[in-house]
């Protein structure tokens, strides 16, 4: 529990010198650790995993751990929020966030231990940034998964609820922008909904891949300045603290030097981000118009569509979607250049590559959310065109064809014979 000694009402400063040193270098001119809570918990679960695992094995006396792993909870219940003042964004592989933590923990665990706790020798006992950081990161980005699956699995949801609504409403399908063949709504809406949770099953698989996490590399993936067993018994504790299962890397080389798996995430997003705005793209052209355009479908009029022009509705909503879309694909971008550009044995880009995978996370979650709440919830298939459109359906000409020829059918059709081919 909370001892509520430094709520933020009362807040003074915990952390050191070398946060003061960053808070220098790397002037936030975006979001600071503090304002990604998901980072600041994972990197509290790290520390008191490490904390009780170092005890276990006789690296931290009982006094200490017991102080750094209270210190840590008080930060999982919501205390010290402003002692993260430092750039998300920030040169070093992460240190930066390290020592923040690791100052703020010793300083607090000082005070509740009646004794001296220091940052590096017992806070950041049998650990480097380059195992801690990525262990952090990895935690943070598995908690934050969460919110965009469970919205695109919604989306889906709302697409298939149109599908059973609009089972039997025929609707003209078109193939190069052309008339083609009918279908029904139900068959549009059902073919959205399985593409939709496939991505979300797509991004979580991604994800779910950081479970195995680096904790116990230490320096470059050595191990060196850990005891042995550090790493599994570390893991054992971050699995229990999250609830997910957590486990060791077995190539600490590997899991520090390729970051392959982050760039998969991001592909997995700006895939996820892909497929909404095309069903967004498409929403939008059925409902052009709605005298001038498709004016096959309706969606809701959540507000004026024009300064000038009254009464005009504009499908906000499908355009909202889309422009995420395109800075899910720009973060995704950033993800795979900064995956490209790790070297040797480390990659010291992860600050920009956890910033952009959030990003991602936020910007899916957003645009999942608002395109089923204010648009496919409440789209209906009344649009003034889609009987009259109808009548250029290919089916009859189709059918034709197959008994009779390719060509017979044809000659017949540019002979006048479009008279209603739909398929009723």
Known sequence: MSTGIHPDSTWAPLYGAQTALAMDNFPSRGRTFGDFPPLVHGYAQVKLAAARANQALGVLDAQRCDAIVKA??????????RQFPTALVHGGGGTTANMNVNEVIAARAGELAGA???????????????????????????SQVDAPVAALNRLADALESKAAEFDTTRRLGRTCLQD??????????????????????????????????????????????APAHFAERCAEELARLTGR????????????????????????????????????????????????????????????????MPAKVNPVIPEYVMQLSY????????????????????????????????????????AATTFTERCVLGLTWNGPHRERNLAGALDRWVE?????????????????????????
Not at 400 to 421: H, I, P
Request: hydrophobic share 45%.
């Open 72 to 81: 840590c909870q008080e930060i999982l219940d919501g205390e010290h929020t």
């Open 116 to 142: 001296a706790v220091h940052p590096n020798d017992h806070v950041n006992a049998s650990q480097s940034t380059n195992d801690s950081y990525p262990t952090a990161m990895a935690l943070a980005l598995l």
């Open 180 to 225: 083609a063949v009918t279908l029904t709504a139900g068959d549009t809406h059902r073919a959205q909904a399985a593409a939709v949770r496939r991505t979300a099953g797509v991004l979580q698989a991604a994800t779910d891949a950081l479970t195995t996490v680096p904790i116990g590399a230490t320096a470059v993936g050595t191990g060196i300045g």
């Open 245 to 308: 299962p957590i486990s060791a890397s077995e190539n600490p080389y590997d899991s520090l030097a390729h970051f392959d798996p982050y760039a998969h995430i991001a592909s997995a997003g700006a895939r996820a981000a892909i497929t909404m705005a095309k069903i967004a793209a498409d929403i939008r052209l059925l409902s052009s118009g709605p005298q001038g355009g498709f004016g096959e479908l309706t969606i809701p009029a959540v507000q004026a569509g024009s300064s000038i």
């Open 327 to 366: 800075r899910v694909r720009g973060s995704a971008h950033t993800v795979e250049c900064a995956v490209a550009a790790g070297e040797l044995e480390l990659n010291v880009m992860e600050p920009v590559i956890l910033d952009a995978l959030s990003t991602i996370f936020d910007d899916l979650a957003a």
């Open 400 to 424: 034709m064809a197959a008994t009779r020829g390719y060509e017979s059918a044809t000659a017949e059709l540019r002979a006048g014979g479009s008279d209603g081919g739909t398929a009723r």
